[in-house]
């Protein structure tokens, strides 16, 4: 016969109420106590008669509005900038500066006498040129700032642009050197390719009686 639903009510009622027994059975000194707001608790520290508890600092937060920009953007609502910005863009056209000055001169002590290396040198102009497209740029943005050190920004990309433009008509005029010794070399071999230089001579006796020195 299966039990019914109140002795299953029953039965569940006593397993619950055998798992709570434990936690009764404890002292009181071992349960969390939480008093009321106001009260003290057994856990709470009483001070000793005339001491006297120095309460930790609290910590604030101070925001500086001085050497920040509020800018109130339609799209982008209010928000915070630093005015200090174009040092970080400085700084960023001095690397850009420093690495531009030491790939031309990377470039520029290349032997230009192999193809391969004027490969090299093309390519390694090329990027000369897009470092000081970007020190432009950051000129560029530091006027946007309006800030007074796009003013030296701007002259040095120009003379960096100038630098590399010299160096690259030096490749160029290189380059147009090996390629005219290279059709020298190609006119003097002939046109079935061989050397005529290397050519064997046949050996026969010549037709000069006045340039024979066995008579």
């Not at 000194?29 to 001491?51: H, K, M, T, V, W």
């Not at 390694?124 to 946007?144: N, Q």
């Not at 030296?152 to 005219?180: E, F, G, H, N, Q």
Request: hydrophobic letters at 45%.
């Amino acid at each position: 016969m299966k039990p019914g639903v109140p002795f299953l009510k029953t039965r569940f009622f006593i397993f619950l109420l055998a798992l709570a027994l434990p936690a009764l059975a404890l002292p009181p000194s071992l349960r969390a106590q939480a008093g009321a707001p106001g009260q003290s608790n057994s856990f709470d520290y009483i001070p000793a008669d005339g001491e006297k508890i120095t309460e930790a600092p609290r910590a604030t937060v101070q925001i500086n509005l001085n050497d920040i920009e509020v800018i109130s953007h339609p799209g982008r609502g209010v928000y915070f900038v630093s005015k200090h910005r174009w040092k970080d863009w400085v700084e960023r056209a001095l690397y850009l500066v420093l690495l531009n000055i030491a790939l031309i001169a990377l470039t520029a002590s290349m032997p230009k006498n192999d193809e391969r290396n004027l490969i090299i040198s093309y390519f390694l102009t090329g990027v000369s040129y897009t470092f000081a497209f970007w020190i432009f740029l950051c000129a560029i943005l530091l006027f946007k700032l309006k800030s007074a050190s796009g003013i030296y920004v701007l002259p040095v990309s120009a003379a960096l642009a100038a630098a590399t433009y010299y160096l690259m008509m030096r490749i160029r005029k290189a380059d147009i050197s090996l390629t005219d010794l290279k059709e020298a070399f190609k006119q003097q071999s002939g046109s079935d390719g061989s050397d005529q230089r290397l050519s064997s001579v046949d050996g026969s006796p010549g037709n000069w009686p006045e340039q024979d020195f066995l008579k």
